[in-house]
């Protein structure tokens, strides 16, 4: 579990000072944000847990949170001038901030794979994983200000692999070089506040975002209309939404859903 004596120490060398809930397990970090945004708090809340019993992933996905991972949430209320349709470029800038962290406290190289898993090569078995997911989402109510949760389940020490998972999972720490936790979620607290900061101008990192990007270039296969479509990903467009040439000559573009990578020697597709 989290030592809430020396996250407060790092959070403080950055000069911050969020509410902390620190929890040995709990079932979702988003649900309690979620949960505790109905009392309105007016300043950013960091809950964080060891381990999650109903860990979510995108579209209601599981997302396998045992011990040996950071899951943790931040409910930030969202600025004035800031309104909920505008935090929609949130985990795009979410997980170039996720990038960093991972390369400023683990020192290994992190790429997005539209639009919110972070891959990098997992230290121990060199294979190349996914070792994060984000997922945000808004709280507005009649009676509270509107609030944005960041969430985000990391792998650490340990890379759980679910039985239907075509992405193998990755973790960022090694025994000979461990990552402090602490740390980690310091500087995931700062990224992700400066986020706020910037009213969630996806513009602002679309550049870092392509440069990071690992399906850039890569043929891939989405869903359209409830049919599967191949084609290639041609660009990330200032809004975050992926831009695909597909393989009968037209163009689709994508502000959400999920893509495969397909292999580029036999296997399945990964997604």
Same mark, same amino acid.
């Given at each position: 579990m989290l030592?809430?004596?020396?996250?407060?120490?790092?959070?403080?060398?950055?000069? +911050?000072?969020?509410?902390?809930?620190? +929890?040995?397990?709990?079932g979702s970090t988003n649900d309690d944000a979620k949960a505790l945004a109905r009392e309105n708090p007016p300043s950013p809340v960091l809950i964080a847990a060891s381990r999650q019993t109903g860990g979510r992933g995108r579209r209601g996905r599981t997302f396998l949170s045992p011990e040996g991972g950071l899951y943790l949430s931040l +409910?930030?209320?969202?600025?004035?001038? $800031?309104?909920?349709?505008?935090?929609?470029?949130?985990?795009? $800038?979410?997980?170039?901030?996720?990038c960093r962290s991972v390369e400023e406290c683990a020192g290994i190289p992190a790429k997005i794979k539209w639009v919110n898993d972070i891959l990098v090569t997992d230290p121990v078995t060199g294979r190349t994983g996914k070792a994060a997911g984000i997922l945000c989402e808004t709280v507005t109510r009649e009676d509270t200000?509107?609030? +944005?949760?960041?969430?985000?389940?990391?792998?650490?020490t340990s890379a759980p692999d679910l039985p239907d998972a075509n992405y193998p999972a990755a973790r960022i720490s090694s025994p000979s070089k461990p990552v402090e936790p602490?740390?980690?979620c310091a500087s995931l607290t700062e990224g992700f506040l400066a986020l706020a900061e910037n009213r969630f101008d996806f513009r602002s990192v679309a550049d870092e975002y392509r440069s990071r990007s690992a399906v850039l270039g890569q043929e891939i296969v989405f869903q359209r209309d409830g049919i599967a479509r191949e084609g290639v990903a041609l660009s990330v467009l200032d809004d975050g939404s992926l831009l695909v040439g597909c393989s009968d000559g037209t163009r689709v573009l994508l502000d959400s859903g999920e893509i495969s990578v397909r292999q580029k020697q036999g296997g399945r597709s990964q997604k």
């Amino acid at each position: 579990m989290l030592s809430e004596s020396l996250l407060r120490r790092r959070l403080e060398e950055r000069g +911050l000072s969020p509410r902390l809930i620190l +929890l040995p397990e709990t079932g979702s970090t988003n649900d309690d944000a979620k949960a505790l945004a109905r009392e309105n708090p007016p300043s950013p809340v960091l809950i964080a847990a060891s381990r999650q019993t109903g860990g979510r992933g995108r579209r209601g996905r599981t997302f396998l949170s045992p011990e040996g991972g950071l899951y943790l949430s931040l +409910l930030i209320p969202l600025p004035p001038d $800031c309104p909920p349709s505008r935090a929609v470029g949130s985990t795009g $800038c979410a997980a170039v901030a996720a990038c960093r962290s991972v390369e400023e406290c683990a020192g290994i190289p992190a790429k997005i794979k539209w639009v919110n898993d972070i891959l990098v090569t997992d230290p121990v078995t060199g294979r190349t994983g996914k070792a994060a997911g984000i997922l945000c989402e808004t709280v507005t109510r009649e009676d509270t200000a509107p609030h +944005l949760v960041i969430g985000i389940g990391l792998n650490l020490t340990s890379a759980p692999d679910l039985p239907d998972a075509n992405y193998p999972a990755a973790r960022i720490s090694s025994p000979s070089k461990p990552v402090e936790p602490e740390s980690l979620c310091a500087s995931l607290t700062e990224g992700f506040l400066a986020l706020a900061e910037n009213r969630f101008d996806f513009r602002s990192v679309a550049d870092e975002y392509r440069s990071r990007s690992a399906v850039l270039g890569q043929e891939i296969v989405f869903q359209r209309d409830g049919i599967a479509r191949e084609g290639v990903a041609l660009s990330v467009l200032d809004d975050g939404s992926l831009l695909v040439g597909c393989s009968d000559g037209t163009r689709v573009l994508l502000d959400s859903g999920e893509i495969s990578v397909r292999q580029k020697q036999g296997g399945r597709s990964q997604k």
